[in-house]
């Protein structure tokens, strides 16, 4: 980190990243034991029972997704945090970190071969050295079941086109919006704007477009929002709607679909919560979206018509994160519909199988005629219901 910081050859943001503060390593201990503690709960879980007939019980278990590929730009803190999920949920586990934290992932890998080892597992995560090796390891989609890229949107969006058979969970861009109605708290709405902006403006989960309700617009409600903002530095660009309307205002935005990942950011105005809604639609990336507001019905409006991963009402951005969610850490953040949605902890990194035990049953048997008939019957789900099949 000094030699970075001496050379300048890293922006802000990425020394950010790469920095292990010590509230870093506090919360990523407290979400490494919180992944420990369930750890045994998660594979062999019966999630469904059914009596399909008699002498004949069907069961759906959790099972590893198989061998998985993480590739991770610049944080550090990201090989650890992985590297438990993948443990907890008995997954294979392939780790290519960022070249600029070259050192500190070798250093945390080798803590984490010293434990495997301890169970002769050792070999269970592997640190990939070269970029070139991954353009190969795409390759394998015999030897490697999910590749998933956490990082900017340009590495999801080459991961994505370079894979060849294997599925890639991830999202593409951040782009996060807060929208304060008119019916907001105007102390709680700068609070939470100033956290989702300001808390860690290079997170996916930060706040890069803020919508205010056009009725707020030159009143000291916006104005103290604005002044929050540019009190800790930030510049603000400004969308069409808000150039129009403030004939002095922030210089107009180029686009309205940009990830900054710093402490800049587009304000826009909006008519209400439908053009709040139209335009997250438009402009935002389904990753995480905001809604300030102490009017009951405009809050379940926005967040069951918001189609985002993470749909919020009076709460910051960036709780949008596995540890704050209580899952211990996260792999990453997915805007895709399928398989897993939002921060991706044990459960995106688990699979099922269907179990069934039978007594030299043919379908035969439940043919028109024939001497058994189905039930079909959905049984209790015991805690300790394994796949062992006692009873």
């Known amino acids: 980190m000094d030699v970075a910081r ?28 919180q992944i420990a503690a369930s750890s045994h709960q998660n594979l062999d879980r019966v999630l469904k029972r059914i009596q399909v007939a008699d002498g004949m019980e069907l069961r759906q278990i959790t099972v590893p997704i198989g061998v998985l590929m993480v590739i991770f730009e610049s944080r550090p803190d990201c090989l650890p945090q992985v590297a438990a999920l993948a443990i907890a949920s ?22 984490v071969q010293e434990s495997l080892d301890l169970y002769n597992a050792k070999d269970a995560i592997s640190l990939v050295s070269s970029r070139e ?13 999910l590749v998933i890229p956490r990082g900017s949107s340009d590495l999801v969006r080459m991961i994505q ?61 916006f104005d103290h929002i604005v002044d929050t903002l540019k009190q800790e530095k930030v510049s603000i660009n400004a969308g069409p709607l808000l150039a129009k309307a403030l004939r002095f205002g922030p210089r107009e935005a180029k686009s309205m679909k940009v ?10 105005a909006v008519d209400g919560v439908e053009d709040a809604i139209k335009h997250i639609h438009n402009f935002g990336s389904s990753h995480t979206d905001v809604i300030v507001t102490n009017n009951e019905d405009t809050a379940e409006k926005f967040l069951q018509s918001v189609d985002s991963a993470c749909v919020f009402h009076n709460a910051s951005s960036r709780f949008a994160d596995g540890y704050r969610f209580g899952l211990g850490a996260e792999v990453g953040i997915s805007t895709a519909r399928i398989h897993s949605r939002g921060p991706v902890g044990v459960e995106g990194l688990l699979t099922t199988k269907w179990v069934l035990r039978g007594n030299g049953n043919s379908v035969g048997d439940f043919a028109e005629g024939g001497p058994n008939s189905y039930i079909h019957q959905y049984l209790p789900v015991e805690e300790d219901a394994g796949d062992s099949g006692s009873e």
């Open 133 to 145: 090796a991954i353009y190969d390891l795409l390759k394998l989609e015999h030897l490697i079941d």
């Open 90 to 111: 008995g997954n294979g586990l392939l780790l290519k970190g960022g070249k600029e934290a070259t050192y500190s992932n070798e250093y945390l890998h080798g803590l």
């Open 161 to 221: 086109q370079a894979s060849k058979g294997i599925p890639v969970l991830g999202h593409s861009e951040g782009i996060c919006h807060v929208y304060v109605d008119k019916d907001c708290d105007p102390e709680m709405a700068a609070k939470i704007v100033l956290d989702s902006k300001c808390d860690y403006p290079a997170a996916c989960n930060a706040m890069e477009t803020l919508l205010v309700h056009r009725s707020l617009l030159k009143t000291p409600v």
């Open 259 to 268: 990830e900054y990942g710093g402490l800049e950011c587009c304000v826009e």
């Open 6 to 33: 001496q050379q300048g050859n890293l922006s802000g943001p990425m020394l950010s990243r790469l920095a292990l503060s010590a509230g870093k390593l506090t919360n990523l201990a407290d979400g490494l034991r």
